[in-house]
Antibody
């Protein structure tokens, strides 16, 4: 069974840093496109970042230059390093596998999410 | 950048009724480029439909997707109690704002 389990969320002050982890089982992170999607309290879904199997990375404009996506193949784990955090980064962060075809893309499966709260 | 507009924002229906949710894209990327997700409170989104009309593994056949280009529809033929949730469409890196299906 494929399972993604996020960890690392918590309360951090504005300007602070946090690193989220997403441990995968039944599934190889390095062989797949992996993404982070976030959801602010009471709001909709927002794509944050993706790392392709070949290592290329892409970011939403709202986090570019502040967040870094990476993976550790030996630990089969995806990461999101978040620096210079702002109040508007407060959200539940989900990791998800991304399937890309010539005509479409979709996110599946998803982890259970980890809550990041940026507040003084 | 693609903008996805979902309507209505809220749909109030009774169990057993048919639900029709719409998703409009600001531009056409490809004819079948759309996915649908269901999200219940406190849980992660769950993939329902990909490629506009293909059901994901384990999704009941009361869920169906249709449409192409810029206009897409998710239909739930007969609402079960567990179907009351928020539904999102997605294309490329963009999600719609969601439609809440609530019990009338």
């Amino acid at each position: 069974e494929v399972q993604l389990v996020e960890s690392g969320g918590g309360l951090v002050q504005p300007g602070g840093s946090l690193r989220l982890s997403c441990a995968a089982s039944g599934f190889t992170v390095s062989s797949n496109y992996m993404s982070w999607v976030r959801q602010a309290p009471g709001k909709g879904l927002e794509w944050v970042s993706v790392i392709y199997s070949g290592g290329s990375t892409y970011y939403a404009d709202s986090v570019k230059g502040r967040f870094t996506i990476s993976r550790d193949n030996s630990k089969n784990t995806l990461y999101l390093q978040m620096n210079s955090l702002r109040a508007e980064d407060t959200a539940v962060y989900y990791c998800a596998s991304l399937t890309v075809t010539t005509t479409s893309n979709w996110f599946d499966p998803w982890g259970q999410g980890t809550l990041v709260t940026v507040s003084s | 950048e693609i903008v996805l507009t979902q309507s209505p924002a809220t749909l109030s229906l009774s169990p057993g009724e048919r639900a029709t949710l719409s998703c409009g894209a600001s531009q056409s990327v490809s004819s079948s480029y759309l996915a649908w997700y269901q999200q219940k409170p406190g849980l992660a989104p769950r993939l329902l439909i990909y490629d506009a009309s293909s059901r994901a593994t384990g999704i009941p056949d009361r869920f169906s997707g249709s449409g192409s280009g810029t206009d897409f529809t998710l239909t739930i033929s007969r609402l079960e109690p567990e179907d009351f949730a928020v539904y999102y469409c997605q294309q490329s890196w963009t999600f719609g704002q969601g439609t809440k299906v609530e019990i009338k």
